[in-house]
């Protein structure tokens, strides 16, 4: 029972994480149809923007303000870069074929990756200590203090989220472009505007998710966004993408099995058995758990 | 013109391919078998990417499973290398019914991430040493290599004479495959697959068909590949890897020249640009997006040409 519980807390630790991250692409993919493969190493970039943030800008002490202030620096730079990526590397695709984007997207992910690796160097380097480390022993589960930080901030976000989604006028207009571009154009909507808003708000939550990562793992490597980005990826096709609560379900699903598999199995198996789960859920139900049936267009 | 291009083409490029190793140091001859693997990779993975137009991101799986199925029945079996390569084709070709069936159905990305989840599934399993034979993240290593007998002085260039061996024989498949019933269907099926099903072409069965097909060919360029190094390793067929050959398809342009192009420029290219080591793949990224922008449908794109021109003339 002991582990039982204790994975749940891991799983859901992480699955707050997946889901954060998984937001970024599920959004991206519901208004322009495009696997945005560069959002795994924006995740990862947004690590290392914070760890420079830290040591460099702002003096490597830790306080309430430095940490906040690494938090916005760190979440402006991530969106500005989602927001060039788009510029350059998909806005001139738009009316090409689908898999030209993908293929871009791929190249933008190794621009982005091999930048890292350009600024950092490729050995592993370890995330700062930002938050004091005080753990909870409740009853032999342990819990610390970054994980109740983790899952509280995660989940105000995505009900943040999606109350920006469902009740303001952008938010709105971010669903009717997401069901048909040309309709929403021709009712008044800049669709423009709403991808490259879509792509702001998917790289800060993506920012938000990759300074988790270095405050959970510690450590952080360049190349660690194909990693976590085909999580969050899987987490968001499991879920159904393109739908919003679908990759918070999907995320939070995805770490609890994965925690599951770790705790109960063992690690080694852990990509086999995630991925299997995710064959089986599409054998299943072919759009994901909250993904819409879409008719084929003749 | 272009018919003359091709006719004149395909003869040079091989004549050209069949001397180059003369030129070439160990080193490039390494680079340019290599090259002409990942040719017929590419080329497979054409079929089910390119000519039914499925979103495949798995194919370096059948290409390990063809070298692993090598490796395993010539250094745990004992079995003759050549021997081993009925096998190395059919056991990928099976994977390719028995995977391709239950995710045919899926929507284009949703098969992306499935192809790729196999991907993943297999190299974990060569890792953690199924069975036993796998041998672990180390590989197998020791194979026999395929000599001439009488030619054994010239022992460093048979593996690259059996790539070109196989990828003519590649060719030679798909020519005719582009040529017969199949290929149609093929085309109609990316064209358009509900409109190729309702003039009765059994969609399922020949989506599942350009798998095994596909399979088949790239389990026999992974007997290639165990007999160049004489060794196979879970990392070389990674998932990465079949992100690469998926790339080279949509870089290049789903058609022979375009594939070949491909290659060169995804493989060879880095390969000579290996001494700015640490730029290399951040300007090649930047490469990819603007090949994307600059030709959206590859570098040299695929023309279909067994219809006649007045069903595709425009007007």
């Known amino acids: 029972m002991d582990i039982f519980l204790q994975q749940l807390v891991n799983g859901l630790t992480i699955g707050s994480m997946f889901a954060l991250i998984a937001l970024g692409y599920t959004m991206v993919y519901g208004v322009m149809k495009l696997i945005n493969f560069a959002h795994g190493d924006l995740v990862a970039g947004s690590a290392f923007v914070g760890l420079f943030v830290f040591t460099q800008l702002l003096g490597g002490q830790v306080s309430v303000l430095v940490v906040v202030g690494v938090f916005i620096l760190t979440i402006i730079t991530i969106a500005l870069l989602g927001f060039t990526i788009e510029r350059l590397a998909y806005r001139p695709l738009r009316s090409a074929p689908r898999l030209s984007a993908v293929v871009s997207a791929l190249g933008a992910s190794m621009v982005i990756q091999n930048g890292i690796m350009l600024l950092w160097g490729p050995q592993m380097h370890i995330f700062p200590e930002l938050l004091p480390t005080i753990i909870w022993d409740i009853g032999g589960v342990v819990v610390s203090l970054i994980q109740v930080l983790i899952m509280a901030l995660s989940m105000i976000l995505m009900v943040g989220l999606y109350l920006f989604v469902e009740k303001t006028k952008i938010g709105t207009a971010i669903r009717a472009s997401a069901i048909d571009q ?36 510690r450590g952080i490597t360049f190349n660690m966004g194909w990693q976590y980005g085909l999580y969050a990826f899987v987490a968001a096709i499991i879920g159904g993408i393109g739908n919003i609560p679908g990759a918070m379900l999907g995320g939070i699903l995805l770490g609890l099995f994965n925690a599951f598999i770790a705790g109960y ?30 008719a084929e267009k003749v | 013109m272009m018919k003359k291009i091709q006719q004149l083409g395909y003869p040079l490029f091989f004549v050209v391919m069949a001397l180059l190793p003369a030129l070439l ?52 079996f004992g079995w003759p290398l050549l021997a081993t390569l009925p096998l190395a084709i059919i056991i990928p070709a099976i994977f390719g019914v028995l995977l391709a069936g239950p995710i045919i159905h899926l929507r284009g990305d949703y098969l992306l991430v499935t192809t790729i989840g196999f991907n993943i599934v297999f190299v974990q399993a060569l890792q953690n040493n199924l069975g ?70 059994n969609t399922r069965v020949y989506k599942i068909y350009s798998f095994a097909l596909g399979a088949g060919i790239a389990g026999m360029a992974g007997t290639v590949y165990a007999n160049q190094y004489s060794a196979v390793s879970p990392e070389a067929f990674d998932f990465l890897q079949s992100v690469l050959f998926f790339s080279i398809v949509i870089v290049g342009g789903s058609s022979v020249p375009g594939i070949l192009l491909g290659v060169f420029v995804m493989f060879v290219l880095p390969e000579i640009f290996r001494e700015f080591s640490t730029w290399r793949y951040f300007i090649f990224g930047f490469a990819m997006i603007f090949t994307m922008i600059l030709r959206p449908r590859g570098l040299w794109p695929a023309k279909f040409g067994r219809i006649p021109k007045i069903f595709t003339e425009k007007g």
């Open chain 2, 25 to 76: 140091d160990s080193r490039w001859l390494a680079v340019a078998t290599t090259f002409v693997i990942f040719t017929i990779v590419a080329l497979s993975q054409d079929i089910v990417l390119g000519k039914a137009g499925m979103f495949n991101m798995g194919q370096a799986l059948f290409f390990g499973l063809g070298a692993y199925t090598t490796a395993i029945c010539n250094a745990v």
């Open chain 1, 265 to 294: 199995i063992s690690s080694t198996w852990a990509d086999a058995f995630t991925f299997i789960l995710l064959i089986v859920i599409l054998i299943v139900r072919p759009t994901g758990i909250l993904g819409e049936r879409v």
């Open chain 1, 182 to 217: 040309d309709a929403a154009r021709l009712m008044g909507i800049n669709v423009n505007n709403i991808i490259v808003t879509i792509f702001l708000i998917g790289s800060s939550l993506g920012a938000v998710g990759g300074l988790f990562i270095g405050l959970y793992y």
């Open chain 2, 132 to 201: 036993g034979v796998t041998g672990g993240p180390n590989g197998i290593f020791g194979l026999e290599m395929l000599g001439i007998p009488g030619l054994a002085a010239y022992q460093q260039f048979t593996p690259y004479y059996v790539a070109l061996a196989a990828l003519i024989l590649t060719l030679f498949i798909l020519r005719n495959l582009e040529s017969s019933k199949v290929g149609r269907a093929l085309h109609y099926l990316r064209e358009d697959d509900l409109a190729a099903g309702s003039v009765g072409i």
